[in-house]
T-cell receptor, first 109, second 111 residues
Framework: EDKVVQSPLSLVVHEGDTVTLNCSYEVTNFRSLLWYKQEKKAPTFLFMLTSSGIEKKSGRLSSILDKKELSSILNITATQTGDSAIYLCAVGGPNDMRFGAGTRLTVKP | NAGVTQTPKFQVLKTGQSMTLQCAQDMNHEYMSWYRQDPGMGLRLIHYSVGAGITDQGEVPNGYNVSRSTTEDFPLRLLSAAPSQTSVYFC??????????FGSGTRLTVV
């Protein structure tokens, strides 16, 4: 059975810290890995990764995929309280996306 | 600039009642999906559609029906509500390549 596992489940840091969130997967047919941020309501799309070793970056957030290790990391540098959210990792295509349980990040002032 | 519109935002049902969750998107996306989100379990796929007239089951389809008569609309029907269907439901749409755009969610409680 396909599965996506995220770690840690929760994380508390202080503003300015750098955090690394992990996602590992076991799927029969890998197409892409996506990261989402979920605050109070709906998840919002952050990154889509399809090729190993190519970093995607948006401001203080960056992500990279390692297909050999079947994993991805999401880095957030210089964290702010507005980064507090659940970060979801998902693997698959547009009709069969499988999500991990998420990492709850809390950034304290 | 509506994106994905879901209604209602909240609903309480009695066991055995039926209802329809509405979902509409204005981005001309081919793919639409319904997910439920339960604590500690992440998002699980209920049903999906790859275009008007085409639907298929996801990971947890039992107790739910869908139809896709137009590109824009993808309603989810609960046939006979059960307490196990208490959850937050999200509708999502996407192009063939790229991330989902999610609706704002429906919090459903079945008593």
């Amino acid at each position: 059975e396909d599965k996506v596992v995220q770690s840690p489940l929760s994380l508390v840091v202080h503003e300015g810290d750098t955090v690394t969130l992990n996602c590992s997967y076991e799927v029969t047919n890998f197409r892409s890995l996506l990261w989402y941020k979920q605050e109070k309501k709906a998840p919002t799309f952050l990154f889509m990764l399809t090729s190993s070793g190519i970093e995607k970056k948006s401001g203080r957030l960056s992500s990279i995929l390692d297909k050999k290790e079947l994993s991805s990391i999401l880095n957030i540098t210089a964290t702010q309280t507005g980064d507090s959210a659940i970060y979801l990792c998902a693997v698959g295509g547009p009709n069969d996306m499988r999500f991990g349980a998420g990492t709850r990040l809390t950034v304290k002032p | 600039n509506a994106g994905v519109t879901q209604t209602p935002k909240f609903q309480v049902l009695k066991t055995g009642q039926s209802m329809t969750l509405q979902c509409a998107q204005d981005m001309n996306h081919e793919y639409m999906s319904w997910y439920r989100q339960d604590p500690g379990m992440g998002l699980r796929l209920i049903h999906y559609s790859v275009g008007a007239g085409i639907t298929d089951q996801g990971e947890v389809p039992n107790g739910y029906n869908v139809s896709r008569s137009t590109t824009e609309d993808f309603p989810l029907r609960l046939l006979s509500a059960a307490p196990s269907q208490t959850s937050v439901y999200f509708c999502a749409s996407s192009p063939p390549v790229g991330g989902y755009t999610f609706g704002s969610g429906t919090r459903l409680t079945v008593v």
